[in-house]
């Protein structure tokens, strides 16, 4: 059939719901009653006796278990097969033992025994290397030699297929195959023939050798289900099915081609087959075989008839990847329906059978995995855990988990629980048998190409366990239960990891869970039981290995191991554990019981506990206290069930240690008692006043606030500290403490006690707290009656005891009047108050005299108004109390509603507690006054007189330049404003008065001179006398600044206020600004000043060299460094044998050796060197430039001009007629190449036309007729032939030349156009050649005087001095 022809198959959206996804697990199934057979359900996860007795009973922990973390890949880029000798890339590797995440999920082996018999074979029966294995109830092996051994689950070879001379015949085995009851194994060879064997007695019972074309290698031979049918697939790409037939006795094979390798190759064929004894599920009548090609995979039927139900492409993998085949059993929609598993490259693709009938079998795909490496090997272990071996011979155990949070929809995401290296196996390929070298390789390039990763014949499954086939070994890999995962972790002793493992597996949240049956209970059931076994152990060998430590150490020791098991059994919920067997461990030893108080204490603060018995609390209270944990032991009590302790020790406990929110809760919790804690600290703060003190002693007063915030959370209805009241007991707890606060005498009054004790000794303690207290209890409360009355009648009796007992400050009282103020100012104000008192009220927040609490009255009389008190009073005699009492925000307040703005802004400046505008933002209050009040600015300045660091901000800001370049803004009185800042500026920051003058303009330059000399500021006064053009007043002062900063410099050797490195800065800078100075002015002096100004400049350096002795050689090198700057600066002023005859005088240096002045001299010769060759060189190459440029205007003047025609431009005739000599009319031609008849071009240029018969004279100067046009002289018309326009009439020649005039637009610049081309012109402009070379031959004339400096002239007019001077060297265009 075609490999194009595609099945309908429904999409997984008709099929499956995202839920029932959920359902594909591998839990473990009930086994039926013996009567009736077993069903697949019981045997998916079944794990045979014979298997663990046989494989797995020998397995041993091999170095290949490895922990997911090692994600380095081996290179492995050639994988040998077995027939290529040996691999290029067995290098031994050791992997690390660390324990992964999710423990060991596969178990490794090797089987010894079948592994040395194979070596024995190929070694001393010569039967070859191994090529292929198959296992199901046993072992068996195929060879190089064609040869099959047969091994038993206890690896005892049972029998040897074949021999030597048919191996010869047949080739190598390159497949193999059994089938479902393991009496039959199909073995199919290198040379194309098929063999069926007897596995009960090791005959042969069929030789197929025409199942498909000769010459081709088998690579897979599978039995199905059906015992009499299988599949073949060969190296040229065809699948074939093999039908057994026996009729009279005689054993025949019918073969059928259902897969032709010319419409695509197939390289991997994998039927559906039951697992061994069971009953078959919905799919096994059709016989479902998968097949995959190069390009797609198909699902076809078997039976009744052959049928496609699914094709799917790969996509665009690589290659060389290789397609692979799975199929598992799953459990979904309430039956067990196939689940295949492909991929070809790095994405595995799913598809799920709907198998509601064997004659509507369709597939919906499922979600894909994509993985970052490319397989060569793909196997099930349970129905969501996939083996895979990647292209680095790398096993990683994956887990299919569907995406949660974060995955994209129709992706799978993936979890690595184990990764193994199997390099070491050496992997048995089948790439020979892919290539069929044994048949002389007629297979495609891509089959061969596919085929150098191929090792489908050395790797298989059986039940939970993934066989390898390596070229000297057998290796098993098993799949660990969740116990033995857990086991292995604690015989490495990772306690730790053990029991995170165990609660994944508690969970349900643990992956490759194996052996945990049962339902949801019964599983954590047994973790649980398992958890607890494992803490005790790791309870008790914690707790004996550090038996023999002492007390502290001990507990140190222990802590994490109780952390641990106090944590689990309390997840757990087994306490009893915790305080039985656990408790019991750790009796003997002081130090792990302490460790276990301190974890259950932990607990107990975290919240996880709160209930522990009598011993246990009693032992943890003890500790606690003994270590003066006080706070921790306030903070267990407050998260601890009371009602189990003692109540009385702890009261006793807590009362002792100030413990008093603990108080609170322990009557409040413990007894329903929220009376007897307020009334015993009531007793306690009226016991602690002492007369003549105000405040109780400081360590009641934690005790009197937490009564505060206690008796307000219970007038609001709310526990404390923590908590609510019952719903059933706030009413009568708000009953209770308002009673207790109001009545009249306490319990043990006596005879002097004064009315309302308890409200008089709150209001004694803090008298505004207490109010904002009873203030937190009056919001919402307008539907509370209760409540109301408890309002009104509080504040009664705060009347009596304030105002009409006596006996408070007027602090105090005020806060009282302050407190009635704001409840009266409420909207929702029930309360009464007389209203002679509500006045006095009045008077007395606005008493002028007394300045106390000032702001606290204004914004009381303020809320007082806003609420509507203005009604009760008239506003002008409310404006003058305010005014009286400076309440500057009431007066406004009245103000705005009478819209006196102007009277608004008066207050604001009236009031001191308001900040000034300077001082709130200076540039913006700079700002303020010149664009509003420009006028009054001196008198603004005469206002902030009184603060001068203030007028010194507003003056920085107002004086801040606007921008780069852009100076200052322009201010009335500017003169003014800037001595005034320059006065402040040089008393408090000298160091920036000389970037202010640099930036302003606006100051007098004498007054500015006196300023900065008054002050001392000696850069600043030298800046201004050159600014007013006293060079040498200038000079004489910075002189005298450097003067100064050299003796810091030398002084400050040893110094630790003044370090030589920022004193050497200093000196550089000031120097800097002095040679700046002299170079500046020299240009515009004498010889003889100048040298008045750079002689003294030299002689100040050399003096300080003068005078420092041997000591100071560090000092005398850097003044000689700076000695060296100043020459070579003054060498460009002054005549160079001046300079040195200064030089050799000074005893500095004359007393010297020649080494010691050898860098000067040489300096200042390399300068005068480099002048010279640079003066020398700009002069060849202008002489050069204007050469060649004479040359060529003289070339082009000499050379001839060419016509670009034969004939005049104007009148159109030949310049060289037949009838007509050529010298009778003279000819001109312009450089354009336009020529003329030299009576026709005088003609047009008088007349406008051309007269034939007109003769010059003589030849004025005349341009072009064509170029330059009469009329307009700027717009040059086209290059047109006149004889054309003399075939016009007059008429049409005017009317075409108006139609050009029309056309031309005249096209004009605007300014910035007129700028650029200005600037343009005067950076192109300069003087010209002559003239510079006028001038260099003037110089070299006068180089003879010797009072000449290095530039060779002393004329300031000298071009050669202009600054914009540049030298155009331009080299000349290459000549053809």
Request: with cysteine; net charge negative.
């Amino acid at each position: 059939m075609s490999s194009e022809e595609s099945s309908p198959h429904r999409s997984i959206d008709n099929m499956l719901v995202g839920d029932e996804i959920e359902e594909l697990d591998d839990k473990e199934f009930e086994l039926p009653p013996v009567e009736t057979p077993p069903t697949l359900e019981s045997i998916l996860n079944e794990v045979d006796e014979e298997e663990e007795e046989g494989f797995g009973g020998h397995a041993e922990f091999g170095p290949f278990l490895g922990d997911g973390s090692d994600s380095a890949s081996l290179d492995t880029a050639s994988l040998a097969s077995t027939d290529s000798g040996e691999r290029s890339h067995s290098r031994s590797r050791r992997v690390e033992k660390s324990s992964p995440p999710h423990g060991v999920v596969l178990r490794h082996a090797v089987l010894k025994g079948i592994s040395a018999q194979l070596v024995s074979a190929a070694e001393k029966a010569d039967a070859g290397n191994p090529t292929a294995m198959t296992v199901s109830e046993v072992i068996a092996v195929g060879t190089a030699h064609g040869l099959v051994l047969v091994f038993d689950p206890q690896q005892i070879l049972k029998m040897s297929l074949g021999s030597l001379s048919t191996g010869a015949q047949y080739g190598s085995v390159s497949a193999l195959s059994i089938n479902n009851n393991c009496s039959r194994l199909l073995v199919g060879h290198a040379h194309g023939q098929i063999t069926m064997w007897d596995l009960l007695n090791g005959k042969l019972l069929r030789l197929i050798i025409d199942a498909h074309p000769p010459g081709n290698a088998i690579l897979h031979i599978k039995f199905t289900d059906d015992p009499t049918i299988a599949v073949c697939n060969d190296s040229g790409g065809s699948v074939f099915e093999l039908n057994f037939r026996r009729v009279l006795g005689v054993r025949t094979c019918e073969s059928r081609c259902i897969f032709s390798g010319a419409k695509g190759e197939a390289c991997c064929i994998e039927p559906v087959r039951s697992p061994p004894h069971s009953s078959g599920h919905a799919t096994s009548p059709c016989l479902l075989l998968a097949l995959a090609s190069l390009t797609k995979v198909l699902v076809v039927t078997l039976k009744p008839a052959l049928r496609v139900l699914l094709s799917v492409s790969y996509g665009k993998p690589s290659p060389a990847s290789v397609p692979l085949l799975a199929w598992q059993m799953v459990c979904a929609r309430g039956r067990v329906e196939p689940l295949l598993a492909f991929c070809r490259g790095h994405i595995v693709h799913f598809f799920l059978a709907d198998c509601s009938s064997p004659d509507e079998i369709s597939f919906g795909k499922l979600r894909e995995l994509s993985l970052p490496y490319d397989l060569i090997g793909l196997q099930w272990v349970t129905s969501r855990v996939l083996a895979v071996l990647d292209c680095h011979e790398r096993l990683h155990v994956i887990e299919r988990v569907l995406s949660r949070d974060g995955g994209t929809e129709g992706v799978m995401c993936m979890e690595d629980l184990q990764m193994l290296d199997l390099e070491r196996v050496a992997l048995v390929y089948n790439s020979s048998h892919f290539k069929s070298l044994a048949t002389g390789g007629n297979v495609s390039q891509a089959l061969a190409l596919v085929g150098e990763r191929a090792c489908y014949q050395s790797i298989c499954n059986y039940s939970i366990q993934i066989f390898f086939l390596g070229l000297k070994a057998v290796h098993i890999l098993s799949l660990t239960t969740w116990k033995e995962r857990i086991d292995l972790l604690v015989h490495r002793e990772h306690w730790q990891c053990a029991l995170e493992l165990a609660w994944t597996f508690y969970q349900g949240t643990a992956r490759a869970v194996y052996g945990l049956s049962g339902n949801s209970e019964k599983r954590k059931a047994m973790v649980t039981d398992c958890m607890i076994e494992l803490l005790l152990q790791y309870v008790a060998d914690t707790v004996k290995k550090n038996e023999h430590l002492k007390a502290q150490p001990a507990e140190k020791a222990c802590q994490d191991v109780m952390t641990m098991a106090v944590d689990y059994l309390i997840l757990l919920g087994r306490q009893d554990v915790l305080f039985g067997t656990v408790w019991e461990l750790v009796s003997g030893n002081s130090g792990a019981r302490a460790s276990l108080l301190s974890a259950l204490g932990t607990a107990v603060l975290a919240g996880r506990m709160r209930t522990l018995p009598p011993p246990a609390a009693r032992e943890l209270l003890s500790m606690l206290r003994q270590r003066g944990m006080l706070a921790n032991l306030e903070a267990c009590l407050l998260r601890m069930d009371v009602t189990a302790l003692d109540m009385q020790q702890v009261l006793d406990i807590c009362w002792t240690h100030g413990l008093y929110d603990a108080i609170f809760y322990v009557n409040n919790t413990g007894m329903n008692d929220y009376i007897s804690p307020m009334l015993d600290i009531l007793k306690m703060l009226q016991n602690s006043f002492v007369p003549g003190q105000q405040q109780p002693p400081d360590d009641k007063v934690l005790a009197g606030n937490k009564l505060l915030v206690y008796i307000s959370c219970c007038l609001v209805g709310r526990a404390y500290p923590v908590g609510d009241i019952p719903a059933n007991l706030v009413a009568t707890v708000k009953k209770q403490v308002f009673e207790c606060l109001v009545s009249l005498h306490s319990d043990d009054t006596t005879a002097d006690e004064d009315m309302y004790p308890h409200v008089r000794t709150l209001l004694r303690f803090d008298t505004r707290e207490f109010l904002n207290v009873l203030a937190l209890t009056f919001v919402d409360v307008t539907d509370d009656r209760q409540a109301l009355e408890f309002q009104q009648r509080i504040v009664d009796v705060l009347l009596k005891v304030m105002v009409e007992g006596g006996g408070f400050s007027p602090s105090q009282v005020g806060s009282l009047f302050t407190f009635l103020a704001r409840q009266l100012a409420r909207p929702d104000n029930t309360l009464f108050v007389n209203r002679q008192l509500f006045e006095q009220v009045l008077e007395f927040l606005c008493t002028p005299g007394d300045n106390s609490r000032h702001a606290e009255r204004q914004q009381a009389l303020l809320e007082l108004l806003q609420a509507g008190g203005t009604s009760h009073f008239e506003e002008e005699y409310l404006l003058g109390l305010a005014e009286k009492a400076q309440f500057y925000h009431v007066c406004e307040f009245i103000l705005e509603r009478k819209e006196q703005y102007g009277s608004i802004v008066l207050c604001y400046l009236r009031d001191h507690a308001r900040q000034n505008l300077a001082e709130i933002n200076a540039r913006k209050t700079s700002d303020l006054v010149v664009d509003h009040f420009g006028a009054e600015i001196l008198q603004v300045l005469d206002s902030l007189q009184s603060s001068p660091q203030l007028l010194l901000h507003f003056l920085e800001s107002l004086l801040e330049p606007l921008g780069s370049g852009q100076g200052v803004r322009n201010i009335g009185e500017g003169p003014v404003v800037a001595k005034t800042y320059l006065e402040l500026l040089s008393n408090e920051r000298p160091t920036a008065v000389l970037p202010f003058l640099k930036s302003c303009d606006m100051y007098y330059l004498e007054e500015a001179i006196q300023i900065v000399e008054c002050c001392s500021v000696l850069d600043a006064v030298s800046y201004l006398l050159e600014k007013k053009g006293d060079a040498k007043g200038a000079f004489t002062v910075i002189l005298k600044v450097l003067k100064r900063d050299l003796k810091t410099y030398v002084n400050a050797q040893g110094s630790v206020e003044d370090s030589p490195g920022q004193s050497l800065i200093n000196v550089e800078s000031t120097l800097k600004d002095v040679v700046g100075l002299c170079q500046r002015n020299s240009g515009k002096l004498e010889e003889r000043e100048r040298e008045g100004m750079w002689f003294p400049l030299l002689e100040v350096m050399l003096a300080q060299q003068r005078k420092l002795g041997p000591e100071y050689s560090a000092q005398v090198e850097e003044l000689k460094r700076l000695t060296r700057e100043v020459i070579n600066s003054m060498a460009g002023f002054i005549a160079i044998p001046s300079i040195l005859l200064r030089l050799l005088q000074d005893p500095a240096y004359s007393t010297s050796k020649f080494g010691e002045v050898k860098d000067l001299m040489l300096t200042m010769l390399e300068t005068f060197n480099y002048e010279k060759t640079l003066l020398s060189t700009t002069t060849d190459l202008i002489r050069h430039d204007l050469h060649w440029a004479l040359s060529q205007l003289r070339g082009t003047a000499a050379r001839g001009l060419h016509p670009r025609g034969e004939a005049c431009c104007l009148c159109g005739q030949a310049f060289r007629h037949r009838h007509r000599p050529t010298g009778d009319r003279k000819l001109i031609v312009f450089g354009c190449g336009h020529g003329y008849h030299a009576d026709c071009l005088a003609g047009a240029m008088r007349a406008g036309s051309c007269t034939p018969g007109a003769h010059l004279t003589s030849i004025p100067s005349m341009n072009c007729y064509l170029c330059h046009a009469s009329q307009a002289g700027s717009q040059r018309k086209s290059d047109t032939h006149l004889s054309q326009h003399s075939k016009l009439d007059v008429g049409t020649k005017d009317k075409r030349q108006e139609k050009q005039r029309k056309k031309v637009v005249e096209v004009t610049m605007d300014q910035q156009q007129v700028q650029a081309l200005e600037a343009l012109h005067n950076v192109s402009s300069g003087p010209s050649r002559i003239a510079v070379l006028a001038e260099l031959a003037r110089s070299r004339e006068q180089d003879s005087t010797p009072a000449r400096g290095a530039h060779g002239t002393s004329d300031p007019n000298s071009v050669l001095f202009n600054k914009s001077f540049q030298l155009r060297l331009v080299p000349p265009p290459l000549r053809d």
